[in-house]
């Protein structure tokens, strides 16, 4: 007399819904989690209702397909939309505008960016003779000196916009 396992079979529903969350706890994709959904709603939810054992993984096939194929491309869209890269640390140097503390001798000197920090620098090009004040705008990065080159304020007749030389 052997039990039929059958009725046991909630149980695997169950332990096969918790492997798919771990999994997905390790993916981040969405795929296990929408297999846990379909075995979940689809095997243990028919099992409960008491369907044949070939229904419930109909089901949960079926169900965990449909929501693969529907629910997950709208997920990884509405997370991928709000992860926009900004650039950080040295990466958000490149183009920032600075202003000349200590004008440059032999092409090098010292600079203030313009969000407050305070660097070695080194002009790129000839040095037009920029003094203290005078606007530069940062072209590189090496090391611990930024790579500056000068801007030539707009005469009067000219659009205020920034131009480099």
Do not use: C
């Not at 396992?5 to 969350?21: N, R, S």
């Not at 993916?27 to 419930?56: C, Y």
């Not at 203290?132 to 205020?160: D, L």
Request: charge should be negative; proline fraction near 6%; charged fraction near 15%.
């Amino acid at each position: 007399m052997l039990p039929d396992l059958t009725q046991y079979l909630w149980i695997a529903w169950l332990v096969l819904a918790l492997v798919f969350v771990i999994i997905e706890l390790l993916t981040l994709e969405f795929t296990f989690l929408m297999l846990a959904a379909g075995t979940l709603i689809g095997g243990l939810g028919v099992n409960l209702l008491g369907g044949p054992w070939w229904a419930q993984v109909l089901a949960a096939a079926a169900i965990a397909a449909l929501l693969l194929f529907t629910i997950r491309p709208l997920l990884l869209r509405a997370l991928h939309r709000s992860s926009t890269l900004h650039p950080t640390n040295v990466d958000a140097l490149y183009g920032l505008g600075a202003r000349v503390l200590r004008p440059f001798v032999d092409g090098d000197g010292s600079v203030k960016l313009d969000n407050g920090e305070t660097w070695t620098a080194r002009l790129v090009g000839p040095d037009p003779g920029l003094d203290a004040g005078s606007r530069v705008t940062v072209t590189a990065v090496r090391g611990a000196t930024v790579e500056v080159s000068p801007i030539i304020e707009a005469a009067p007749g000219e659009p205020t916009s920034e131009r480099s030389i």
